[in-house]
């Protein structure tokens, strides 16, 4: 009995033993198979690395640091040879996600010279900079553009060439990165000497709408901001970066027609173009500028207005331009602006932002509306004593300036911009001038009077005059919010 239960319990050892052996292969099989995928994704083919940049040279790094030990120990393991190898797997089921079976498998991994292939890899490098290095000489131009595209065929050839020195420390590359160190600060020079010449455009004044510039403008930033909070991009920047947007301009002079029906040739999608600034992480004074389209949705009887449902960039036209300028052409500002480019919000100028936040201000300080803040908080008593004096010259200023300011806006394209500070200025000054304001024919005093007849103005003042706690009361509130962030739409 006693020989009967060691016999059972060393066979269930076995049995034991014998699986987790098999699960180890079917393991290190998944994970041989793994690193082949890598190996044919991007090192059978110079082409494989053309594009990937940085991405390749990491991909390399974690690759050849695993890939010779692995397959080193797979052969002592499983066997040198594809036969033995087949053995040794022979009956087992691979695991999910497993391409490839062991044998081919293993042939193709035991042939890797991975010295051999680290100087080839490295040289693929070197081809990819010297490739680079000829288009940077090609380039003569002498548009920023083009200045710059000279110095990015530079970057990339410098980027190559050290990338070569990761890959293969046992190269020699110092001939070709002293090249690309030296073609990259001339064109850097050149670039920098013209860059403070690029302004940021605006809306362009010619753009025949239909739809105000500032909306659309802000239309394209909520869909980019859109796509980034959902992980999508449009298409593939141009500059390695991360890309936030920032701010956005109508370029076009009217909507272009993308898509037309096949019979009647109705337009069913339209286009506009937008130029759209990006602020990336690398450097903090320059944005990213790209001509970009947006298009509508595709569906028969398609208006020409936002929501958008794709955009792309135009190719080759993006450049460079100091953050500082910015805010000086128009156009429309993304919330995350930093504060110092939203200073400068082109729907109006800072003295006229200032000027209509303290009229709004003094002129509700003035109204019936600072009677009641009086009564509650004492020292605004006499400032309102004061004001209520000069109500008609407060009014008659306030007026002024809402009605400076909103025909700025309207100069500008930038309709809504700041459009209830305005509209509030208008309003508590004609309430203001309620009793001010002489009808139609009236006669300075001690003359006879005319038969009477009131003015539009005296009637505007005359319809808005019981409102005037409540405008008054507003005003207070919408220059305190337009001094602290004017420039927002309607604000």
């Given at each position: ?11 269930a ?11 180890k ?21 110079e ?28 052969a ?12 040794a ?80 420390p ?6 070709h ?58 298409t ?53 500028c ?7 949705k ?12 794709y ?26 602006a ?77 309709i ?76």
């Amino acid at each position: 009995m006693r020989t009967f239960v060691c016999s059972v319990f060393v066979a269930a050892l076995c049995l034991s033993a014998t699986a987790q052996d098999q699960a180890k292969a079917r393991e290190d099989w998944k994970r041989l198979d793994e690193l082949h995928q890598v190996f044919n994704t991007y090192f059978v083919s110079e082409y494989n690395q053309s594009d990937k940049g940085a991405e390749f040279i990491q991909v390399w790094k974690e690759w050849s640091a695993e890939a010779p030990d692995f397959v080193a120990y797979f052969a002592q393991t499983y066997g040198a040879t594809s036969q033995e190898v087949f053995g040794a797997f022979d009956g087992l089921e691979p695991l999910d996600g497993v391409i490839n079976y062991p044998m081919p498998l293993a042939t193709s991994m035991y042939e890797i010279d991975f010295d051999t292939l680290q100087t080839q890899v490295g040289q693929w490098l070197v081809n990819t900079g010297d490739k680079h290095m000829s288009d940077h000489e090609r380039m003569t131009g002498d548009e920023l553009r083009d200045l710059e595209r000279k110095m990015q065929f530079a970057e990339r050839a410098l980027e190559a060439y050290r990338g070569a020195v990761e890959v293969n420390p046992e190269g020699d590359y110092a001939e070709h990165i002293a090249k690309a160190e030296q073609a990259l600060k001339d064109a850097r020079a050149a670039w920098e000497k013209n860059l403070d010449a690029v302004e940021w455009p605006g809306h362009n004044a010619d753009f025949e709408g239909p739809g105000d510039p500032d909306t659309l403008a802000a239309a394209a930033l909520k869909f980019l901001e859109k796509l980034r909070d959902e992980g999508r991009s449009w298409t593939k920047p141009e500059y390695d970066d991360e890309h936030i947007p920032l701010a956005a301009c109508v370029i076009a002079d009217m909507w272009g027609v993308e898509k037309t029906a096949p019979l009647t040739q109705e337009p069913t999608q339209f286009r506009l173009k937008v130029l759209v600034a990006f602020r990336g992480e690398k450097d903090p004074d320059l944005v990213y500028c790209y001509p970009m389209f947006f298009y509508t949705k595709e569906e028969r009887g398609v208006e020409k207005a936002p929501p958008f449902y794709y955009c792309n960039s135009q190719q080759y036209a993006s450049f460079r331009m100091p953050m500082a300028k910015l805010g000086e052409g128009g156009g429309v500002l993304a919330d995350s602006a930093p504060a110092a480019v939203a200073a400068r919000r082109p729907g109006q100028s800072l003295v006229v932002r200032l000027l209509l936040a303290a009229g709004l201000l003094t002129a509700g300080l003035a109204a019936t509306s600072g009677q009641v803040l009086a009564a509650k908080v004492a020292p605004l008593g006499g400032a309102h004593a004061a004001l209520k004096a000069t109500r008609e010259q407060v009014g008659w200023g306030v007026l002024v300036i809402g009605a400076l300011a909103l025909f700025l806006s309207l100069v500008r394209l930038a309709i809504f911009r700041d459009l209830l500070p305005q509209a509030a200025a208008i309003c508590l000054g004609l309430a203001l001038l309620s009793k001010g304001v002489p009808a139609q024919g009236e006669a300075p005093e001690g003359q006879e009077q005319p038969a009477q007849s009131e003015s539009p103005l005296s009637k505007a003042a005359s319809a808005l005059a019981p409102f005037e706690k409540e405008l008054g009361l507003a005003a207070l509130v919408l220059g305190i919010l337009h001094l602290l962030a004017g420039g927002f739409p309607f604000i």
